[in-house]
């Protein structure tokens, strides 16, 4: 899926007949982002937020709780009133992150009803200006004989787990650099402060059209439309490679299933 077909997903998703804020309350919605502004769940939240607050007659404030793999906003919206007058946009990482971090004051089990998956986003291994290799090949050889920083949204993101799983599929020398959204690990990309980064289209797209960044391959199946250049990472010599990231919607788990339903 191209960065135009996911967005024109995103923009699809308010006609899809979503009553159930109207029906839940008439104040306005806040719909919590776990990553930092400018990165992709937020460039997502923020494109669907005003198609939705038209369709349904409500203002959608989208607020930032960025840190802790998405946590601190997991949190707020785990512990608010199940009336559908706050609301978690979040990614992948609301799937691992039970697996992999302890002491949380919620259970992901049990603390949210699924409201709708909103956008897949493919992934793009990125690298700096003046890094060595100029492909992937290229890349391998390099990171296997040097170790190379690569930059990340945080701890068990889509993002990172990709890192992880090429480092353990091929032998690369890897060294994860967690930020608190995708668009800081962009940002010090495109700064020559990390080597390289896992990126979803939306945020890489900026830094690719500056020509501040390249990219490499692509965490897809097939190739990209938008990269048609750049391999898939499966057909160059790691078969079988794919991971996207996604973007969902959840409401706290005593929400009314009235009240979440989109049909």
């Known amino acids: 899926m191209s960065t135009r077909l996911s967005r024109r997903a995103a923009l699809a998703l308010p006609a899809l007949a979503l009553p159930w804020i109207a029906r839940a309350q008439a104040r306005a919605v ?18 669907i937020a005003p198609r939705m607050g038209e ?10 709780r960025a840190g802790a793999s998405g946590t ?43 409201v709708s998956l909103v956008v897949l986003w493919p992934q793009l291994l990125t690298v700096r200006n003046g890094f060595p290799a100029r492909d992937f090949a290229g890349f391998l050889a390099h990171a296997r004989a040097n170790p190379v920083t690569y930059g990340t949204p945080g701890n ?10 090429l480092r353990l599929r091929t032998g690369v020398r890897l060294e994860h650099v967690p930020y ?12 020559g402060v990390v080597d390289a980064a896992f990126m979803t289209t939306s945020t890489a797209l900026p830094v690719v059209q500056s020509g501040r960044v ?6 897809t199946p097939e190739r990209l439309p938008a990269y048609p250049e750049a391999p898939t990472i499966s057909e160059s010599g790691v078969p079988g490679f794919a991971l996207s990231d996604w973007c969902a919607m959840f409401a706290p788990a005593a929400t009314p299933p009235a009240t979440t339903s989109v049909s």
Do not use: C, K, M, W
């Open 30 to 47: 806040r719909l919590l982002v776990g990553f930092a502004p400018g990165g992709a769940a937020d460039t997502v939240a923020r494109l």
């Open 55 to 64: 369709h349904l007659g409500a203002t959608i404030v989208v607020e930032n």
């Open 72 to 114: 601190i906003a997991a949190a707020a919206v785990a512990g608010a009133p199940p009336d559908g007058s706050t609301l978690l946009f979040t990614t992948l990482s609301h799937v691992t992150n039970p697996y992999l971090l302890t002491g949380l004051p919620f259970d992901y089990a049990t603390a949210f009803a699924p």
């Open 156 to 165: 068990a993101t889509a993002q990172h787990l990709a890192g992880e799983l």
């Open 180 to 191: 608190r959204g995708g668009a800081d690990a962009a940002r010090d990309l495109s700064a």
């Open 214 to 219: 390249t990219v490499l391959a692509v965490a």
